[in-house]
């Protein structure tokens, strides 16, 4: 059933991007090549401020060990590859948020296990991560299935418009339902999480993420709101490869990086609405 499940989540994803490639150009998915201090920027709210962050509220609150781990993957791990449909409907410039989830992912194949490196030697204790466990969700789940819709886009733009929708429905409906299975098959650690600190130090790691990227955002209001929510949200996958990578025998991973991704999702909800009525959305 797990097994299932995950399938299921993967094939979602797969539907998803594809269709952001069905809509998008060459030149969108390069967007930051042409916005070297924008991609600087970026980089520094998700690569710099967010372990930073993970550190200090290590050091603010008394949590248990699979918080500690959870929120250390999840500071060094890259933008999930669902968010620019998001950022999007919140007001963010599309092409901005096509060109950050494929210029960080790629970059995060060596960024990351750079990362966990720096952390080794911060915590003196070994960490491990190789750049094929990065490399292969973004290559597969984002890289491959983009440039295919996008390739399909210049061939046949008339039959990637037709196919835009009925396709985004039917993965948003499949994510759905996996997503319920996962909640439900983890309710118990969840509610035994919320009662430990767990819950207010995911709070404040999400609330820090938006600050961050809407502030190193610059002055354009959309790119903003794209920089908020990409520094917030975190890739639960390869969070969660690091964290059972390095610590194989501890319990509740899989169920904080759940719970992470329920805080995430609520807390986003005031900031996107905001940002809608400042863009007249």
């Known amino acids: 059933m797990h097994a299932l499940v995950m399938l299921g989540i993967q094939a979602s994803i797969l539907g998803a991007v594809f269709c952001f490639g069905l809509q998008a150009t060459l030149q969108d998915a390069l967007h ?13 709210s998700m690569f710099l401020v967010m372990p930073a962050a993970a550190l200090v509220i290590q050091g603010l609150f008394s949590l248990p060990k699979p918080t500690q ?7 060094i791990s ?6 620019p449909k998001k950022e999007g409907k919140a007001g963010g410039l599309a092409d901005y948020g096509l060109g950050l989830m494929v210029t960080v992912g790629l970059l995060a194949i060596v960024l990351v296990p750079l990362a966990v490196e720096l952390l080794a030697r911060y915590f ?25 819709g996008m390739l399909v886009h210049a061939w046949k733009p008339e039959v990637a418009a037709r196919l835009v929708k009925p396709i985004l429905v039917a993965s948003t409906v499949l994510l759905a339902v996996c997503a319920l299975a996962i909640i439900v098959s983890v309710a118990p650690t969840l509610v035994a999480l919320i009662g430990d600190g ?9 609330c820090v993420g938006l600050v961050s990227g809407h502030w190193l955002g610059g002055p354009v209001a959309e790119q903003r709101t794209v ?3 990409s520094t917030a949200s975190r890739h639960p996958a390869i969070a969660l490869a690091i964290a059972k990578g390095n610590f194989p025998d501890e319990r509740h991973l899989a169920a904080t990086v759940v719970l992470y991704l329920l805080v995430v999702t609520i807390t986003v909800v005031p900031y996107v609405q905001w940002r809608k ?3 007249g959305g």
């Open 277 to 279: 009525r400042s863009s």
């Open 69 to 75: 781990i959870v929120l250390v993957a999840l500071a």
């Open 124 to 148: 003196d204790r070994p960490f491990h991560v190789s750049g094929m466990t990065v490399a292969k969700p973004v290559l597969v789940m984002i890289a491959m299935p983009l440039v295919l």
């Open 32 to 44: 930051l090549t042409r916005h070297r201090s924008l991609l600087l920027r970026s980089l520094l």
């Open 227 to 229: 920089l908020a929510l």
């Open 198 to 206: 767990t819950l207010w130090a995911m709070l404040l790691f999400a």
């Open 78 to 83: 890259p933008i999930p590859p669902l968010l």
